[in-house]
């Protein structure tokens, strides 16, 4: 059964060296990308596949598939969702998701901005509450060389 190594949140999903960048530093060959929307939507895979290196096996799911998918799978993966509800729904496949890392959520209505790259709200602080309760590193980094901001001392200040 394949194990997910990390999970991103990224409202771009692949975009530009994401996906490079992480699996380099992961040391992994697979992508998946967990989004309802661009598992139906080609132009979308095509466009992100030009951003995923050669060497990095890609997989587009719906996040319901997510844990079929890995029952069958052999390897590790570098999973990205656009949010931390997709994150949440794909846990309740009793998949184990050590450690996520939020990269990038755009700014909507009803949401406050936690630093310049990443906006939530309610609901998206507590999911991240839930999986930091469960064990999972839960932390703020747009890439592997950049600053970490820790979610647990956010929680620990209220």
């Not at 530009?16 to 060959?29: F, N, P, Q, T």
């Not at 949401?111 to 930091?132: G, H």
Request: with cysteine; glycine share 4%.
């Amino acid at each position: 059964m394949g194990k997910v190594k990390l999970c991103r949140i990224d409202s771009r999903l692949s975009h530009g060296k994401v996906v490079e960048i992480w699996s380099k530093e992961l040391e992994i060959k697979t992508v998946i990308i967990a989004n309802e929307e661009v598992s139906e939507d080609d132009f979308r895979k095509k466009v992100m596949d030009l951003t995923i290196p050669d060497d990095i096996s890609s997989y587009y799911l719906k996040p319901s598939e997510v844990g079929a998918f890995l029952k069958d799978y052999d390897k590790d993966v570098f999973l990205i969702v656009d949010s931390a509800q997709d994150l949440e729904a794909i846990s309740k496949q009793n998949i184990e998701i050590p450690e996520v890392n939020i990269g990038i959520i755009h700014m909507t209505i009803g949401k406050r901005s936690l630093t310049e790259e990443v906006a939530v709200d309610e609901d998206d602080l507590r999911i991240f509450r839930e999986f930091l309760e469960n064990g999972s590193d839960v932390y703020i980094r747009l890439s592997p060389y950049s600053q970490r901001m820790e979610l647990k001392n956010l929680f620990d200040k209220n």
